[in-house]
């Protein structure tokens, strides 16, 4: 009889869920990436791109900036010598993956200029400063890059000028400029299609805009919610912010991308004061919270009816992450069951922690009900496609049978004809003054030490003619010559 009434007291204080018991697995200490001298810059990003190939990560380096690219399966303690990606004037301040070119990376810097970078399968075996396209156009330092999600060759950049430059990389020239906020950018996010872009700023505003045209469908003017970041949510027509409460608790809210009046959901989380980084994975609707200079990660599950967020986890850690790097799909142990995995930077480490978010099941076949298709590295469109109108969803693929498929695409950069103008014999555009006071130490150091070589190319050269001076004088006055002057003489 008692068995009875517990059986029908018990109530699940929770929607059943198949990711409620989702747990989160730090990789062993030889999967891990250690002596990595990680940036200690403190511009709110995550210094950290993986895709499956390789994992890049911001590094700190007296003049100008770099970022380091390590094989994904060579973990372990990294060489202090490791070559390095070294080209930028200024501070690396983001890097991003490709989508579809796996060998392919964009960082963007201090010195106002975005690269693109072409690594070697086999990884760097030298330090790399030639980068396959270098592009000018913004005024101020470049904060932000995002690949267009469906589109090949399509990159948007954000600049401390308040303006998006989108690049068409077919010919490595900017063909658009979104010139509505009236402050710095601190996020972008796309929808899954690339149709629309949302955008967080300093100015308090978050708006969904129409890319191609630069056109303002939605704004909201955030008074209680201090926008930090934002992400869309897949295609459930949901926007997730990350931000400040009026009380300055760190706080979630959700709003609808079609009306922005006022926000669906507002959660506080807690008073910390670290800056709340969203993630969210649109095959499985869970949503990741991961705090800058705190070690814990929660996680929710996303539906499209109330109470829209579902707690599920937090996984705990004691060491803080300064960013985080996300491995896409393709690159996950599916016989794991592993959904989503993190690269975890730990600053006075110089580690970088893989962290495993695994779904707990005992069968060993795939399981299809945690692995929908997926977006692959197949471009939907073409740039050109893309500019003039048209919208595609993702290529989807599936897991199944363990992804291995490589692209097809070869990355191909548009060659420039070089321009000159001279002014006094000088190149102008050969010789560009420096944009940034560390560029501008870099040439004056530069400058001195080859001043210090030409004196000392001259001072031997001096010696030298000296000698030969000496030596003409001893033939002159040599018994020989003189024994030949007199012969001739008689």
């Known amino acids: 009889m008692i068995k009875v009434v517990l059986t029908m007291s018990w109530r699940p204080t929770y929607r059943s869920s198949k990711f ?59 060489d202090p010598h490791h070559p390095k990606v070294c080209g930028h004037q200024g501070n690396v301040l983001d ?14 810097s201090e010195d106002s200029s975005v690269r693109i970078w072409e690594i070697p399968d086999s990884g760097l075996r030298r330090n790399m400063t030639e980068a396959v396209l270098e592009l000018y156009g913004h005024s101020r330092r470049v904060g932000l890059i995002e690949w267009h999600p469906t589109s090949n060759g399509i990159l948007f950049s954000a600049g401390y000028d308040y303006k998006i430059l989108i690049w068409n990389l077919e010919i490595g020239e900017p063909v658009k400029m979104i010139d509505c906020h009236t402050d710095v950018i601190l996020c972008m996010s796309f929808n899954t299609e690339g149709s629309l872009l949302t955008t967080s700023c300093k100015d ?44 300055n608790t760190r706080q979630i809210a959700l709003w609808d991308q079609e009306d922005l009046s006022i926000p669906l959901i507002e959660e506080e989380i807690d008073g910390l004061s670290g800056l709340l980084f969203p993630f969210y994975d649109a095959d499985t609707h869970m949503l990741y919270l991961a705090g800058k200079g705190d070690g814990n990660i929660r996680y929710y599950e996303v539906t499209t009816e109330k109470p829209y967020l579902q707690y599920l986890m937090e996984f705990r850690s004691p060491t803080p992450q300064k960013g985080l790097g996300v491995m896409p799909k393709l690159g996950l142990d599916v016989g794991a069951c592993e959904v989503f995995r993190f690269y975890k930077l730990v600053t006075l480490k110089g580690l970088i922690e893989p962290i495993s978010m695994i779904v ?54 548009p060659v420039k004809e070089k321009k000159s103008v001279v002014v ?19 040439m004056f150091f530069r400058q001195q030490d080859e001043l210090r070589r030409l004196k000392d190319e001259l001072a031997q050269k001096d010696v030298r003619i000296r000698q030969l001076e000496l030596e003409l004088n001893n033939l002159r006055n040599s018994p020989s010559n003189s024994n030949s002057n007199s012969a001739g003489s008689l």
């Open 95 to 108: 890097i991003k993956w490709n989508p579809f070119h796996e060998n392919i990376i964009a960082s963007c």
């Open 204 to 247: 308090k505003k978050l708006r969904v805009i129409e890319p191609r045209s630069g056109n303002v469908l939605q704004e909201a003017n955030c008074k209680n919610h201090k926008v930090n970041r934002v992400v869309f949510l897949g295609n459930m027509k949901r926007l997730l912010t990350t931000g400040v409460s009026r009380w």
């Open 424 to 442: 006094n014999g000088i190149d102008l555009l050969e010789n560009v003054p420096p944009r940034t006071e560390n560029e501008l130490l870099r």
């Open 20 to 78: 409620r018991n989702v747990y989160g697995k730090v990789a062993n200490r030889e999967h891990c990436f250690e002596g990595v001298p990680i940036t200690k810059n403190v511009h709110d990003n995550h210094f950290c791109a993986v895709n499956s190939k390789f994992l890049a990560i911001v590094t700190e380096s007296a003049g100008g900036g770099s970022f380091v690219v390590i094989p994904v399966t060579q973990s372990g303690r990294i």
């Open 360 to 413: 707990p099941r005992r069968s060993e076949t795939y399981q299809e009900d945690i692995y929908p298709m997926t977006p692959g590295t197949e471009p939907a469109l073409s740039a050109d496609e893309w500019l003039s109108g048209t919208d595609r969803g993702p290529v989807l693929t599936s897991l199944k049978e363990g992804y291995s498929r490589p692209s097809k695409l070869v990355f191909k950069a």
